[in-house]
């Protein structure tokens, strides 16, 4: 869906179309925007809402409202699950509660797939076995969903008497319980995607309540919510807990005691991108480089177009008869099998790459500049990372 937004105080600014949820490529593009209409605070609600297209039209009500910009984004990350008939127990949910802010839409998100909804009395049937899902947590055998008298078990449901009419159709909340998931600052746990660590940040100055953060995630959001959250800095956080998804290999070379979130997060990004394929390489690169920071990782995973990785090889001659028979580089004759020289290839092979045999196969480099000089931070980064701090220090702002 799109929010048309605009700030309330100056409606003569114009307005911004915020797609929602934002997509992680154009969320920094969105908070500029924002900014330049003099609204998107991060935990002001200042952002005028004055109109939402596609939505469901329980948040027609939030027209008109002023609403925070990362408030909204997460309910709508949060709805934009619900598939079948999820999204008419929201609305039916919303309205039997009379839910009109920003809030308690964020709370119902989760948790309303536990009502009941009838919106086709041709088929009681059905809406019986819907109903079983409903309130046995789903997931049931089909040969269990097949034996039940669906029917029955909805007629007896509506005898109750405890359904409540709404335009999404009958809706019944199963003894459903509004819970304070989200109370104002920081956001609930949710996986809208596969995220590569989950991380327990807990503050180093005092009064700032824990905090649990999934990386990888657009770094100006990752600033955001850390200032949501009540910590003055990205440096003003150490990490209590942590799992990740990384290969033990990279995993190892982490000391998390000592890693800068911005830099993890940058690593998560890039890593992020790699196929199963492309993650083996980086292990196995990883290995050879022996990287002692998160930003070494990130420039390793940059570059992998710069090593030859061949997986589940242990000696040079395994090398040399890959390299000859399956890589494509050479024209091999197996009639003259006998007389290539496999060992002696790979040897020299290992010698030009500067390579190694490890766990996962062979791992060889084949950049112009040295391992260290390649893991460096680059220049330009470097400067702009500087500036950033320089500004953030200048202005006591976020980091």
């Known amino acids: ?79 934009e699950r619900y598939w079948g008939n999820e999204q008419d127990k929201f609305e039916g949910m919303a309205y039997k509660l009379g839910i009109k802010d920003i809030q308690g839409f964020i709370n119902l998100s989760f948790g309303c797939e536990q009502a009941t909804v009838i919106t086709n009395f041709e088929d009681l049937n059905r809406a019986g076995k819907d109903h079983y899902m409903d309130t046995h947590g789903g997931g049931e ?7 039940l008298g669906g029917e029955k078990l909805i007629r007896d449901l509506i005898a109750t008497g405890k359904g409540t009419v709404t335009p999404s159709g009958v809706v019944f909340d199963n003894g459903f319980q509004l819970e304070p998931s989200y109370t104002g600052q920081n956001f609930p746990v949710y996986y809208d ?5 989950e991380m327990e940040l807990t503050p ?42 990384l290969p033990k290999q990279i995993e190892d070379r982490l000391n998390m005691a000592h890693e800068g979130l911005i830099e993890l997060n ?16 980086l292990a196995a690169a990883v290995l050879l480089a022996e990287p002692e920071y998160a930003m070494q990782v990130r420039r390793l995973a940059e ?3 710069l090593f030859e990785f061949v997986p589940n090889i242990k000696t040079p001659e395994e090398l040399g008869r890959f390299m000859i028979q399956q890589s494509g ?3 091999f004759d197996p009639n003259l099998d006998g007389f290539y020289d496999y060992a002696k290839y790979g040897e020299q092979r290992v010698r030009e790459q500067a390579g190694a045999f ?23 980064e470097a400067y702009q990372r500087e500036q950033k701090e320089e500004q953030g220090q200048m202005m006591g702002g976020m980091m």
């Open 329 to 331: 580089r050479f024209e």
């Open 204 to 245: 180093l100055s005092e009064g700032t309540q824990p905090t649990v953060l999934l990386l990888p995630t657009p770094e100006k959001r990752l600033e955001r919510l850390l200032e949501r959250g009540g910590y003055r800095s990205a440096e003003d956080v150490q990490i209590a807990t942590w799992r990740s998804d």
């Open 141 to 147: 055998p089909v040969s269990v969903l097949e034996s």
């Open 358 to 380: 490890n766990e996962l196969g062979y791992i060889g480099y084949t950049g112009a500049m040295s391992l260290d000089e390649l893991m460096m931070e680059d220049p330009a």
């Open 1 to 79: 869906m799109n929010a048309i937004i605009c700030n309330g105080q100056h409606p003569d600014w114009g307005c911004a179309t915020i797609p929602l949820p934002i997509p992680d490529e154009e969320y920094a593009h969105s908070m500029e925007l924002l900014e330049q209409l003099g609204i998107g605070g991060v935990t002001e609600r200042d952002c005028h809402i004055d109109r939402l297209d596609r939505s469901p039209a329980a948040l027609d009500v939030l027209e008109g409202q002023e609403v925070n910009i990362d408030e909204l984004d997460f309910l709508a990350r949060s709805i």
């Open 193 to 197: 995607k596969a995220y590569l660590m």
């Open 266 to 281: 940058r690593m998560f990004q890039a890593v992020e991108k790699l196929d199963d394929a492309s993650m083996d390489r």
């Open 303 to 305: 570059n992998l177009d």
